[in-house]
């Protein structure tokens, strides 16, 4: 969410709306310095430390030139 629209408690109406409406699974990714939105994500009932994610961030490469065969 921008930081336009944050703090008004949208996230939070949609996250209780989808609780609410018994989806099976949500999973939801939060960066570690997301905080407040990690206390939000534990306040409406979601559970961490059950699945662990792994980003792999490759460096954008020097050329845009196709390889040659």
Known sequence: MTRRYRRRGLSRQELLFATERA???ILLWSGEQRRA?????????????????????RPSPVSTKPLEA
Request: some cysteine; charged content about 10%; hydrophobic content about 45%.
């Open 23 to 25: 989806c099976m699974n």
């Open 37 to 57: 939105a990690q206390a939000l994500y534990r306040a409406v009932g979601f559970n961490s430390g059950i699945e662990t994610g792994f980003v792999l961030t």
